[in-house]
């Protein structure tokens, strides 16, 4: 299991090392050659089988692709006009949306995608099993903790009633296996392998706490710079379409997307089968990819609650113009 999971963070290492490079090579004007600067990160992302199988090529387009570790320094890039679309988490684009309206959020890709996990033969059951246990978690910052909130949520536990412990994921699990702490708070493949191997348990995923696009929770999606976006419609719209193409690649040959995934991300495919079979992952139907204002400002008041997202100005106006459903609408409309 290990194995797996050290190779993905020497994956994530080199992308770190690459990324600066990168982005000074990329900090250029867009071309006339029709070329889209495309920001992905190491996890099992439909973007990896649209560059695999070269599905906007297909539509006329080249591309040019580069992998970061995590969504920050991808939104740093398309703030200095280095990245034109990118795979991003949520929470950190809800908080770049506070303060500066440069993106635009126009494809919801993946859901669920953390949780805890506690030990096979925990007596952990609920909330209350909670109280006094040692968990390890990634921080206050993080969605999971406002996760964490949640689940504790009317059960008469509080967050200061367990012993939080914050590390990385690779220290997560090195200390879940030498049983320095009862439970994790993580995402996969840190959560799916202990599973996997039948060292865990699920306790709570994020799709038990709020159901809100097919009973799943929001965790990714697809942005866009505004900028880049108004003289680009033809661009986005090829991306919503390969994307919908990924998703039926999924569904008809998971086989086949599996052994992409694995390639691109440093797991096992056995790990892909079963993080991706088994819901740590959700990929939305193609109707159901357009983002929504409502389903979005639920979510930034949930982060908001705990702390995890800010609320700086005219929250309404800022989501209205974050969320660009029209794209995903242009695409189904021609079916």
């Not at 879940?176 to 009862?182: A, G, N």
């Not at 390969?242 to 997307?257: I, Y």
């Not at 995934?261 to 797991?267: E, K, L, M």
């Amino acid at each position: 299991m290990t194995k797996g999971i050290h190779r993905r963070q020497a994956i994530v290492a080199t992308s770190l090392a690459m990324a600066a490079g990168a982005l000074a090579i990329h900090r250029r004007a867009f071309a006339a050659d029709k070329t889209i600067r495309i920001a992905l990160q190491p996890a099992p992302l439909l973007g990896f089988y649209v560059k695999e199988k070269k599905l906007l090529e297909k539509r006329g387009f080249k591309t040019e692709w580069i992998v970061f570790p995590f969504t920050p320094p991808i939104l740093e890039g398309m703030a200095g006009g280095s990245i034109d679309m990118a795979l991003l988490g949520v929470p950190p684009t809800l908080s770049t949306a506070m303060r500066n309206p440069g993106i635009w959020y126009f494809y919801d890709e993946l859901a669920n995608a953390a949780g805890m996990v506690v030990a096979a033969d925990s007596k952990i059951r609920g909330p209350a099993d909670l109280k006094g246990k040692k968990i390890v978690f990634p921080g206050k910052a993080s969605q999971l903790y406002a996760q964490l909130s949640m689940y504790l949520a009317g059960s008469g536990i509080k967050e200061s009633d367990i012993d939080l412990v914050r590390a990385n994921a690779t220290d997560m699990t090195t200390l879940f296996q030498r049983k320095e702490v009862e439970g994790m708070l993580c995402w996969p493949p840190f959560t799916s392998e202990l599973v996997r191997t039948g060292a865990a348990r699920n306790l709570f995923s994020a799709d038990d706490l709020m159901k809100q696009k097919a009973g799943h929770w929001i965790n990714s999606g697809w942005g866009v710079r505004a900028d880049y976006a108004k003289k680009n419609e033809d661009a986005v719209i090829a991306v919503v379409e390969s994307l919908h193409e990924a998703t039926r690649a999924l569904r008809e040959r998971p086989d086949e997307v599996y052994a992409v995934f694995a390639q691109a991300t440093g797991y096992t495919l056995d790990a892909v089968k079963f993080l991706v079979g088994n819901g740590y992952n959700g990929y939305f139907d193609p109707k159901d990819t357009a983002p929504t204002v409502k389903s979005m400002t639920e979510l930034f008041d949930v982060l908001e609650k705990y702390g995890i997202v800010k609320a700086e100005g005219n929250v309404p106006a800022a989501m209205k113009e974050l969320i660009h459903p029209e794209f995903v609408e242009k695409v189904l409309a021609r079916k």
